[in-house]
Each structure stands twice: as C-alpha cells, then as structure tokens.
C-alpha cells in the first residue's frame, strides 16, 4: 500500500536528493505543496517507456502510480466496457 506523503517547498528544497532516492528506489510518493495546497507530486518514471504514445500516457501505462486500484474491487465487467466503449 502506498501512502503519499505531503511536504512543504522548504522541506523538498532541503532534501530534495533523499525525496528523489526514496522515489526512486523506494516507490514511495512524494506530493510537495505550500499554504496547505498541493502543487507538484514526484511519483516513480515508468521502467518502460513506449516511444509511440505520450509521456502521460506511459506514466499512466508503466508507472505504478494506479497499483492502489489492484486491491480496489471491479464495479464493471469487460462486457460493461465494450458495451460503452466498444
């Protein structure tokens, strides 16, 4: 399970090369923020990286920034989809 943690400007500023191994290495995720809003968030860059589609797309696709889903259970069937989507 991932928790993210919220830090100040000030903080990312002062360890900003322990911030970036712990994402990293680690996995953990990193949202940095001022007067209690969040403006930048640091998640892991994919291990794999499709050069056809775009950045966000592969952070999407290869990162493991949606792995909170896999213990969140399915609302809709393949059928559902295709009947949406399809």
Known sequence: MYIMEIITTTQARAGIKEIINRVKY????VAIGRRNSID??????PSSY??????????????R??????KEPD???VDD???KYA
């Open 81 to 83: 989809l295709k009947k």
């Open 65 to 70: 920034s949606f792995d909170f889903l896999e």
């Open 75 to 77: 609302i809709y069937t």
């Open 50 to 63: 499709n050069k056809k589609v775009n950045d966000i797309t592969n952070v999407n696709t290869f990162s």
């Open 40 to 45: 930048a968030l640091l998640i892991q860059f």
């Open 26 to 29: 680690k996995g953990d995720i």
